[in-house]
């Protein structure tokens, strides 16, 4: 089992001796013939606790252990597309997680509290790539990385 996920839901399988009972969180997982069991556990953001136990088919505890799992997900990013607001100036706005850093090319901004952001940088004539990072406070990060074909700006 893993220490830390990425993923809202943990997903993982185990064998225990046939006929046993496998409980998470005092969510019961069946298993098979030959003892194999699946299991999916939902996890909330931070340290979530797992309580397992193995129960033998006449219901008594063979097995109890307790595991932490922490949940820290990438934050989620969308670019919407540049608006180009001068000759050598393109506005790049887009939604984050909440008060996540964002780089645009190096100009930095933090997403308001809704997870909104602008940011306002040089263009030039030809293709521009325009890289965006979101990095939330686990230091998690989301990149965008888009191509435009900037033809009207002014020398």
Known sequence: MPEKSIEP??????IVAPGCKVFIN?????SDLNGNFNAEVNLEQGSNQLNIKVVSFDGKSIFTTS????????????VKQPDNISGKLLKITGSTDPH???DVNGH???ADGSGAFTV?????????VIKVVSTNQA???????KTIIETNVVQ
């Open 67 to 78: 595991k932490k799992v922490a949940y820290d997900p990438l934050p989620k990013l969308e």
């Open 120 to 128: 306002t940088i040089p263009t030039s004539a030809g293709y521009n």
């Open 26 to 30: 005092e969510k019961e997982f069946f």
């Open 9 to 14: 839901v943990l997903r993982f399988t185990g």
């Open 108 to 110: 930095k901004t933090r």
């Open 139 to 145: 230091g998690k990060s989301t990149t965008v990385q």
């Open 100 to 102: 996540c850093i964002v």
